[in-house]
């Protein structure tokens, strides 16, 4: 059996923990997959991390990273792909307004896209959260292109071989879908649920929902107009083990 790991980012999160537990344990049962979670603390500072420990006593399909310090979700994503041993890597938020039972309709196509990802209907932020998301993914592919209109969801599921071409920075994260098409990757977009957050507070404001993506986004624009592509005509390329032979 195939087996993916599903990487779950905390930080500030003990109210969720355990909720987390209990619903990707019911997706794990229904799954076609083999499914491993990996908890990446970011530096929590509340009890977030005791709990993580407790569940991975109890569960040997959990496991978890632990980071000295807050250092944001890029990195936790990222962290969480470089210790994955799984063919494929998941991504859900620990606040779990997105189900990880969603992740059942992504695994029929698992197979032919480098990126499957969720697009939310129906959000359930606040008003002001949607505004600055929709002007965001608006002015995103005013430049960009890649025709997704929700690049934020938190539910996705990458080929991990593809995602470690990917370029890494700060801010990576919010671009998944254009660095795959970027980098000559397939994408597949499946409609998600989304839920009011119930436990817990947003770590979101307006510096990093509006400011700081919009300067990553003209990296990424840059990385999209300076990406190097060619073709080749014809071609007699020698063939070293013959040579020395």
């Known amino acids: 059996m195939e087996a ?31 499914i491993y979670t990996l908890f990446v603390d970011d530096g929590s500072t ?11 006593r109890e569960d040997p399909c959990y496991g ?6 807050n250092r944001g979700l890029s990195a936790a994503i990222k962290a969480g792909v470089d210790h994955a041993q799984s063919r494929w890597v998941g991504y859900i938020d620990g606040d779990l307004q997105t189900s990880p039972l969603d992740l ?26 949607k505004l600055s998301s929709s ?26 071989e593809f995602f470690l071409k990917i370029p890494y ?8 879908p254009a660095l795959t098409q970027i ?9 998600v649920q989304h839920f009011p957050r119930v436990e817990g507070k947003s770590k979101f404001n307006a510096w990093n929902r509006m400011i700081q993506p919009l300067l ?16 080749v005509k014809e071609s007699k390329v020698a063939q070293l083990a013959l040579i020395h032979e």
Not at 46 to 56: F, G, T
Not at 104 to 129: H, I
Request: hydrophobic share 40%.
């Open 183 to 191: 980098y000559g990757g397939t994408v597949k977009v499946i409609p």
């Open 169 to 176: 920075f700060n801010g990576f994260h919010r671009f998944f």
């Open 216 to 231: 990553d986004m003209l990296l990424v624009w840059r990385l999209k107009k300076r990406r190097i592509h060619y073709a």
């Open 4 to 34: 993916m790991t599903l990487i779950v980012p905390i930080f500030n999160e003990e109210a969720n923990i355990l909720r987390v537990w209990a619903q990707v344990d019911e997706y794990r049962k229904k799954s076609n997959l083999q």
């Open 104 to 129: 059942l309709k992504f695994e029929t196509f698992l197979y032919f896209y480098d990126l499957v990802t969720g697009e939310r209907r129906q959000r359930q932020d606040s008003y002001g959260k």
């Open 46 to 56: 509340d009890s977030s991390l005791d709990l993580i420990r407790e569940v991975c």
């Open 135 to 160: 002007f965001a993914n608006w002015f995103r592919n005013l430049f960009l292109k890649d025709g997704i209109s929700d690049t934020g969801c938190p539910l996705k599921v990458f080929d991990r």
């Open 64 to 69: 978890y990273l632990s980071f000295f310090q």
